[in-house]
């Protein structure tokens, strides 16, 4: 199976990569749900397509806003470079007239039907496979057996992606209008603040200031989804006919992007083994809610949380930006540490995953020896038994 990874912008883009990522999706500057991310500039879409295509790795671009007939401005020419210039693998499309727009204007593009499009049946699929869509990615509301299904019932020649790692939307498919209601910003055009997390009370309407209705044991947080998590279930996805494994979390830190696509290659490397329990509690360390397998496996599975609040198990540190030489790495500090700290090593070099550094000397950028890195970014030296390599990280 592909592993397809979120890339906010360039950096978390190269940090996908270095990370094992098979893929990586990403948005440019407009037509995209994520308007609050980075999101890559018409050169920086070309020059990733480059280097992910010199890795023999692909990228789509996401064009999967709800459009009204003004967001079609500029479209054309957008979709023109993508394909002429770009050269980038595909489109991640939701909404029907833009695929029929990307169809007539870009043909060469490669058309992934977004998982807002809420196909959950064989005959959507089909429905969609026979406008010429390439891959369809599956609404979250489905179970292994119905995706199976859909796989039994789908031409070989339609590849088949879902989500199995991150945020989950309490709406269908992803498609909430909660944000526009509360603060007129369109989710459905990348603008949307998760007012779902966001906690509500519920109240008797004639005694607003006199009873506060409690609520179950559900919690206050009632629209509040858990994350995502099928690392130890990659077996099953893959007997169901999934091509493609997704990643959410273009809005997520590098750090995230790091740890979570590392975990997941690890897994899918053994497979048909089942992860080891190192590799599931990398999970732990990067921002998460609680975990749940969704609608995967029991539809009843509860996908509420009492508390909107992340947490997580362990701290970017620095980031390895020359190889190790000599006994010395580069790094650059992403939160304080000290002589005598001891730090983790995230790194897609198996043998040295998880092994640990005693810090023992730190040269400053001035060539001076010092007790601490403070300055978030400095760049600073400091001593490495290990082999590391330009995109490791170190963490606490």
Known sequence: MELLAPAGNYEKF??????GADAVYLAGNRFGLRAFAGNFSDEEIKRAS??????????YVTLNII?????FEGLKDYLLFLQNEAKVDAVIVADVGIMQFVRVNAPLLDIHLSTQANIINSYSANFFAELGVKRLILAREL???????????LSPKVEIEVFVHGAMCMAYSGRCLLSNYLTGRDSNHGECVQACRWKYYVREVSREDELEVEEDEKGSYIFNSRDLNMLPYLKELKDAGVDSIKIEGRMKSSFYVATVVNAYRMALDILPKRP??????ELMKASHRRYTTGFYFDETNRQYQEDSTPVQNSEFVALVTEDE????????MRNKFSVGDTLEILSPDKKIFNKKIKVEKIISSEGESVDSAKK??????????YPLKKGDILRR
């Open 276 to 281: 080891t329990e190192e590799i599931c509690e």
């Open 14 to 19: 190269l940090t996908a990569l270095h990370f």
């Open 67 to 71: 459009a009204h007939d003004a967001d």
């Open 143 to 153: 179970s292994l057996k119905e995706i199976a299904n859909i796989r039994k019932n």
């Open 376 to 385: 978030v970014q400095e760049s600073v030296k400091i001593n490495s038994l």
């Open 50 to 59: 480059k280097l992910a295509h010199s890795l023999n790795k692909k990228v």
């Open 325 to 332: 030489k000599e006994g010395m790495v580069e790094v650059e």
